[in-house]
């Protein structure tokens, strides 16, 4: 992957002779936490350790349908309200922000399509078998293929031999492609 560094064109000098580019239109974590310390973020990380321990971790992230949307902001809205009636028999306010991220993920998983699942490139039928349609068939394993040359970088990366080719001429002829 290539990273670039976004930029402004915009500066700001400090006393040090530092030049940095300016914060204008970028998100202000660090205004997050008060100055004296005060902040939700630890009440919200100590919720997150509680339900790992009573659910898993990560557990929150395999909600992927609106029902669990709908969910999540039905539990946000509850524990806004409790807190916002200053109920103290849970940390309603750490809930709140769970709950609102939770109905954000979501959201935001149904917006996007569905991941493909990452593949193997050491299997050998990681590539389509589509009869009638191929582009090319390899000789050597005689799987019908789009792209020859990444069947040939990720199946036969040490090339071929005579016999192997002989026996894939055969099923080739066999499966008519």
Not at 39 to 54: T, Y
Not at 110 to 120: H, I, Q
Request: net charge neutral; hydrophobic share 35%.
């Amino acid at each position: 992957m290539n990273y670039e560094t976004k930029d402004s064109g915009d500066r700001e000098v400090h006393e040090s002779g530092m030049v940095r580019d300016i914060q204008a239109g970028k998100p202000r974590y660090d205004l997050i936490v008060a100055k004296n310390g005060f902040s939700l973020l630890k009440r919200w990380a100590e919720l997150m350790e509680r339900g790992a321990v009573k659910y898993g971790d990560r557990n929150w992230e395999k909600a992927n349908t609106e029902g669990e949307m709908d969910r999540a902001k039905a539990s946000a809205f509850r524990h806004f309200m409790q807190w916002f009636y200053n109920e103290e028999d849970e940390d309603h306010a750490a809930a709140v922000l769970f709950n609102v991220q939770e109905a954000e993920y979501v959201k935001d998983r149904l917006s996007k399509p569905p991941m493909a699942k990452p593949v193997n490139p050491a299997q050998t039928n990681y590539l389509m078998r589509v009869p009638n349609t191929c582009a090319y068939t390899c000789p050597r394993c005689g799987l019908r293929v789009f792209s020859r040359g990444q069947h040939e970088k990720w199946c036969h990366p040490k090339g071929f031999d005579e016999l192997s080719m002989l026996d894939a001429a055969k099923r080739v002829a066999e499966q008519g492609c």
